[in-house]
């Protein structure tokens, strides 16, 4: 039994096969990082939208917010892969970034919400315009109350890359289902060691970003304090 696990960690730990599953890995990367990018952007401006509500435009907000949030992720990575000319890739970031603004959106809308009534009074008796409490003093504060969520989402963009696969896009476990489709691949013990090597550079990147989600937290709860 041990010889099998020895023979199935000495086929996958090979220089060719690390290779392949850090190109996914850097695929994996990319889509995450380039979709909360996007969807910072457009999630701030819905959250802006739907917290200030708009005539018409906050109602938009709204409603695209609450139909996104209520559509698995899955169907947007199809939809945007089969009814859309984008190749994979785009076609992954783009359906992420549909999803993901709508999350980030009430991410933002609800650090906007935190900020107590007080500070825009505060911020009329000096004088400041609704714009200008917005900026100088409502936002930064909101900021530092959406950092830790706002990572957290992070974190879950990277798990979510892991739904492209169904559609070809070349990411981290789609990488690991072409090297467990591999013909040199045979045993049970060759597959679990694939998928335990994926599962722990997850958690790896995963676990560093939940470190910063909860020192951010922490920052913010000292600077309350004082």
Same mark, same amino acid.
């Given at each position: 039994?041990?010889?099998?696990?020895?023979? @199935?960690?000495?086929?996958?730990?090979?220089?060719?096969?690390?290779?392949?599953?850090?190109?996914?890995?850097?695929?994996?990367?990319?889509? /995450?990082? +380039?979709?909360?990018?996007?969807?910072?952007?457009?999630?701030?401006?819905?959250?802006?939208?739907?917290?200030?509500?708009?005539?018409? *435009?906050?109602?938009? %907000?709204?409603?695209?917010?609450? +139909?996104? $949030?209520?559509?698995?992720?899955?169907?947007?990575?199809?939809?945007?892969?089969?009814?859309?000319?984008?190749?994979?890739?785009? &076609?992954?970031?783009?359906?992420?970034?549909?999803?993901?603004?709508?999350? +980030?959106?009430?991410?933002?809308?609800?650090?906007?919400? !935190?900020? #107590?009534?007080? #500070?825009?009074? @505060?911020?009329?008796?000096?004088?400041?315009?609704?714009?200008?409490?917005?900026?100088?003093?409502?936002?930064?504060?909101?900021?530092?109350?959406?950092?830790?969520?706002?990572?957290?989402?992070?974190?879950?963009?990277?798990?979510?890359? !892991?739904?492209? @696969? %169904?559609?070809?896009?070349?990411?981290? &476990?789609?990488?690991?289902?072409?090297?467990? !489709?591999?013909?040199?691949?045979?045993?049970? #013990?060759?597959?679990?060691?694939?998928?335990?090597? +994926? @599962?722990?550079?997850?958690?790896?990147?995963? /676990?560093? *970003?939940?470190?910063?989600?909860?020192? &951010? $937290?922490? !920052?913010? %709860?000292?600077?309350?304090?004082?």
């Amino acid at each position: 039994m041990l010889d099998l696990w020895a023979q @199935a960690i000495q086929k996958v730990f090979t220089i060719k096969i690390l290779s392949f599953l850090g190109q996914g890995l850097l695929g994996t990367l990319y889509i /995450a990082s +380039v979709s909360i990018l996007l969807s910072l952007v457009f999630g701030t401006v819905l959250g802006l939208l739907r917290y200030r509500r708009p005539p018409v *435009f906050g109602a938009l %907000a709204a409603g695209y917010i609450e +139909v996104v $949030r209520n559509i698995p992720l899955t169907l947007f990575i199809i939809a945007m892969r089969f009814m859309t000319k984008l190749p994979p890739l785009e &076609s992954g970031i783009a359906a992420m970034t549909v999803f993901t603004s709508a999350v +980030v959106a009430e991410i933002v809308r609800g650090g906007l919400n !935190s900020v #107590q009534k007080g #500070q825009w009074e @505060a911020a009329y008796s000096q004088g400041f315009s609704t714009l200008q409490a917005m900026w100088h003093v409502v936002i930064p504060q909101a900021i530092r109350r959406i950092r830790s969520p706002l990572i957290s989402q992070f974190v879950t963009a990277i798990k979510d890359t !892991s739904f492209c @696969a %169904a559609v070809g896009t070349y990411e981290l &476990s789609f990488t690991s289902k072409i090297v467990a !489709s591999h013909r040199t691949i045979v045993t049970a #013990q060759d597959i679990i060691v694939i998928y335990l090597l +994926v @599962a722990l550079v997850y958690y790896i990147i995963n /676990a560093l *970003f939940a470190g910063l989600a909860r020192r &951010s $937290r922490g !920052s913010d %709860a000292k600077g309350a304090v004082r």
